[in-house]
């Protein structure tokens, strides 16, 4: 019902039915005809040539002619209603096919980031390779042939009874015993076919993550491990698929053999009424009755690899129909903010309590902490404390239990998604995320300045990564590799530094930005940090703690709440303090060099003031 909807809904299948209608009926008149006209050449014309006005050949003038008209008018109809019937059933398939696509697409893309955390990736290719590459094809071609069918199957009945109408004694038992083999097939082919559907995710799964771990995979020696296992899963796959070809083959056997019975009674009935059935109706009821063979494996194989295909079909639709993320837009809240929000970006925390998924226990648990405007703030703690959740709440990557989180005293809860990601904050994650293609659509994915290369350039130049750039064949229209593979990752995260520049954000978060880079680049993307986002207010979670110890202030979670807060100097002073602890576990020269870092960081700022 969902795919006859999509395909254009009754507008659309009316006139299809009325294809078929007009085809079976200029292919059995056709028969019909050919029937008359063999009558007629016996000199025996049928009552469809005398209503014609057409007698026996010899005393028709004309001869042969005026039925080879008739006959050819019915193939030519027959033939242009059978490309209508085509032509219109792929149409609504395309049409079909597109929109349940686009509904897909949008429905995983509108998912919350919980969905991403539980699917595992293979599934959702599968989704979005297999499952619809089988609505876009072979669901379309595989119910054309079930409706081709069931009007074949339903012209050839009407053909055989037309001529001899004892043959139903025979048929109705024979028509039972197809309904049970029929439903024998169907219980076990559909759950076959299920299964094998449900077997390749895991291979596809599989073959992803080799090929994106291969360097890993090699340099443990795990190779061997992982081919086994690929082994082990084409296996479960392949004996999915070959139980659902032995399925097919129980069937045919036995439909074959349905069919020759089917045959037999029409032979026999034309035999037994030899005295009043024409010798061209009889040799077209036996015609139809081997035809009916051939139909009824069609009947039952089309309707089954159609139910089959319709699991992909299912798949499809169960995804378009998952809980999508709070809306992008809120025109009545996000009409108030002005074109200026946020103007200062001035962060509040007030008892945020959140949860990834309800079974689980709060990642942030009361979690409160106000940043005043242009502060920069460290935010360290214990693996599991809960700091990335903190970028998450920001960014309502998940939406809150209690709480509120507010930007400029505007409450994030209450703005569309789009206002909250794409005016108030921006962020750079501790993996780069680059684009493939032209290097300007990695800096600037949406087009804003599209016309205008100068703003590209600054922030380049400001990252110290214009060279990098125009050392590129085509500059800003050079090609990057698939994730940016031709530049390091240092590179990498200061291009995705220059596009956080570009934006101009009044806040900034850095998610462990600098936790996979090394030290030179590190203390390369700080100093950008320091001298061109002055005014802008920075959350850093930070690996390396001596990235923060310059900062404004330093938070430290643990257990998902905020410990402590303070000058990194000061609580560095307070042996017993959170940060101490932190310090202290490095131990060494490391941990004095941290406290001195902290002290000339505060004097430094001392002096300024």
Same mark, same amino acid.
């Given at each position: 019902?969902?795919w +006859?909807?999509?395909a254009?809904?009754l507008?659309?299948?009316?006139?299809?039915?009325l294809f078929?209608?007009? /085809?079976?009926l200029?292919?059995?008149?056709g028969?019909?005809?050919?029937?008359?006209?063999?009558?007629a050449?016996?000199?025996?014309?049928?009552a469809?040539?005398?209503?014609f006005g057409?007698g026996?050949?010899?005393?028709t003038?004309?001869?042969?002619?005026?039925?080879?008209?008739?006959?050819?008018?019915?193939?030519?109809?027959?033939?242009?209603?059978?490309y209508a019937?085509?032509?219109?059933?792929a149409?609504?398939g395309a049409?079909?096919?597109?929109?349940?696509?686009r509904?897909?697409? *949008?429905?995983?893309v509108?998912?919350?980031?919980?969905?991403?955390?539980?699917?595992?990736?293979?599934?959702?290719?599968?989704?979005l390779?297999?499952?619809t590459d089988?609505?876009d094809g072979p669901?379309?071609?595989?119910a054309?042939?079930?409706?081709?069918s069931?009007?074949?199957l339903?012209?050839?009945?009407?053909?055989?009874?037309?001529?001899?109408?004892?043959?139903?004694?025979?048929?109705?038992?024979?028509?039972?015993?197809?309904?049970?083999?029929?439903r024998?097939?169907?219980?076990?082919g559909?759950?076959?076919?299920?299964l094998?559907?449900?077997? *390749?995710?895991?291979?596809a799964?599989?073959?992803?993550?080799?090929?994106?771990?291969?360097?890993?995979?090699r340099?443990?020696?795990a190779?061997?491990?992982?081919a086994?296992?690929?082994?082990?899963?084409?296996d479960?796959?392949t004996?999915?698929?070959?139980?659902f070809?032995?399925?097919?083959?129980?069937?045919?056997?036995?439909?074959e053999?349905?069919?020759?019975?089917?045959?037999?009674?029409?032979?026999?009935?034309?035999w037994?009424?030899?005295?009043?059935?024409?010798?061209?109706l009889?040799g077209?009821?036996v015609?139809?009755?081997?035809?009916l063979?051939?139909?009824l494996?069609?009947?039952?194989?089309?309707t089954?690899?159609?139910e089959?295909?319709g699991?992909?079909?299912?798949? +499809?639709?169960?995804?378009?129909?998952?809980?999508?993320?709070?809306?992008? *837009?809120?025109?009545a809240?996000d009409?108030t903010l002005g074109?200026?929000?946020?103007?200062?970006?001035?962060?509040?925390f007030?008892a945020?309590?959140?949860?990834?998924?309800?079974?689980?226990?709060?990642?942030l648990?009361?979690?409160?902490?106000?940043?005043?405007?242009?502060?920069?703030?460290?935010? +360290?703690?214990?693996?599991?404390?809960?700091?990335?959740?903190?970028a998450?709440?920001?960014?309502?990557?998940?939406?809150?239990?209690r709480?509120?989180?507010?930007?400029?005293g505007?409450?994030l809860?209450t703005l569309g998604?789009a206002a909250?990601?794409?005016?108030?904050?921006a962020?750079?994650?501790?993996?780069?995320v680059l684009?493939?293609g032209?290097?300007r659509?990695?800096?600037?994915?949406?087009? /804003?300045h599209?016309?205008?290369?100068?703003?590209?350039?600054?922030?380049?130049?400001q990252?110290?990564?214009a060279?990098?750039?125009t050392?590129?064949?085509g500059?800003?229209?050079?090609?990057?590799?698939?994730?940016g593979a031709?530049?390091s990752?240092?590179?990498r995260?200061?291009?995705?530094?220059?596009?956080?520049?570009?934006?101009?954000?009044k806040?900034?978060?850095l998610?462990e930005?600098?936790?996979?880079?090394d030290?030179a680049?590190d203390?390369?993307?700080?100093r950008?940090?320091r001298e061109?986002?002055?005014?802008t207010t920075?959350?850093?979670?930070a690996?390396?703690?001596h990235?923060?110890?310059?900062?404004?202030?330093v938070?430290?979670?643990?257990?998902?709440r905020c410990?402590e807060?303070?000058?990194?100097h000061?609580l560095?002073?307070?042996p017993?303090?959170?940060?101490?602890?932190l310090?202290?576990?490095?131990?060494g020269?490391a941990?004095?060099?941290l406290r001195d870092?902290?002290?000339?960081?505060?004097?430094?700022?001392?002096?300024g003031?």
């Amino acid at each position: 019902r969902a795919w +006859v909807a999509a395909a254009g809904g009754l507008s659309w299948l009316l006139p299809e039915l009325l294809f078929f209608v007009f /085809e079976r009926l200029t292919y059995v008149g056709g028969d019909y005809w050919l029937s008359a006209w063999t009558s007629a050449s016996a000199g025996a014309p049928s009552a469809l040539a005398g209503a014609f006005g057409l007698g026996a050949v010899e005393a028709t003038a004309g001869g042969q002619t005026q039925y080879l008209l008739a006959y050819v008018s019915f193939a030519l109809g027959n033939a242009l209603f059978a490309y209508a019937r085509t032509a219109f059933f792929a149409l609504g398939g395309a049409r079909a096919a597109a929109a349940l696509f686009r509904s897909l697409l *949008h429905a995983v893309v509108r998912s919350p980031m919980a969905f991403f955390d539980v699917v595992p990736l293979g599934r959702l290719t599968a989704r979005l390779s297999y499952d619809t590459d089988t609505v876009d094809g072979p669901l379309v071609h595989k119910a054309l042939t079930v409706l081709a069918s069931f009007f074949w199957l339903a012209s050839g009945l009407a053909v055989i009874l037309g001529v001899v109408p004892h043959v139903a004694a025979a048929l109705l038992p024979l028509g039972l015993v197809f309904a049970l083999i029929h439903r024998a097939y169907l219980r076990s082919g559909v759950q076959l076919q299920r299964l094998f559907a449900s077997a *390749h995710g895991p291979l596809a799964s599989h073959i992803e993550e080799s090929v994106a771990g291969g360097p890993t995979v090699r340099a443990f020696g795990a190779a061997p491990r992982f081919a086994a296992t690929l082994a082990r899963l084409n296996d479960d796959s392949t004996a999915a698929f070959i139980g659902f070809a032995a399925a097919g083959r129980w069937l045919a056997v036995r439909i074959e053999v349905l069919g020759a019975f089917v045959s037999a009674a029409v032979t026999l009935s034309c035999w037994l009424l030899a005295d009043s059935l024409s010798g061209s109706l009889a040799g077209l009821a036996v015609m139809w009755s081997f035809n009916l063979t051939i139909t009824l494996n069609f009947v039952v194989l089309s309707t089954s690899e159609l139910e089959s295909k319709g699991v992909s079909l299912e798949r +499809v639709l169960q995804y378009t129909h998952l809980p999508p993320e709070a809306p992008l *837009h809120r025109p009545a809240a996000d009409g108030t903010l002005g074109d200026a929000w946020p103007a200062a970006g001035a962060l509040t925390f007030d008892a945020v309590v959140l949860r990834y998924r309800p079974s689980l226990p709060p990642a942030l648990d009361g979690f409160s902490c106000a940043v005043a405007a242009g502060e920069k703030l460290g935010i +360290v703690g214990r693996t599991g404390a809960g700091k990335s959740t903190i970028a998450a709440a920001l960014f309502r990557l998940v939406e809150l239990e209690r709480g509120t989180v507010s930007v400029d005293g505007v409450d994030l809860a209450t703005l569309g998604l789009a206002a909250v990601r794409g005016r108030a904050l921006a962020i750079v994650p501790q993996d780069p995320v680059l684009f493939s293609g032209a290097a300007r659509r990695s800096l600037d994915p949406l087009g /804003e300045h599209a016309n205008d290369d100068a703003p590209l350039w600054a922030a380049l130049r400001q990252v110290q990564m214009a060279e990098a750039i125009t050392a590129l064949p085509g500059g800003l229209d050079g090609k990057l590799d698939e994730g940016g593979a031709n530049f390091s990752v240092g590179e990498r995260q200061l291009l995705c530094f220059a596009r956080a520049l570009l934006r101009r954000p009044k806040v900034l978060v850095l998610d462990e930005a600098t936790a996979s880079i090394d030290h030179a680049a590190d203390e390369r993307i700080q100093r950008v940090v320091r001298e061109e986002m002055a005014a802008t207010t920075l959350l850093t979670i930070a690996h390396r703690l001596h990235t923060v110890m310059d900062y404004d202030r330093v938070a430290v979670i643990a257990a998902g709440r905020c410990a402590e807060i303070g000058r990194p100097h000061e609580l560095l002073e307070q042996p017993s303090s959170q940060l101490s602890v932190l310090v202290d576990a490095i131990g060494g020269r490391a941990a004095a060099r941290l406290r001195d870092l902290a002290r000339e960081a505060a004097e430094a700022r001392a002096a300024g003031a």
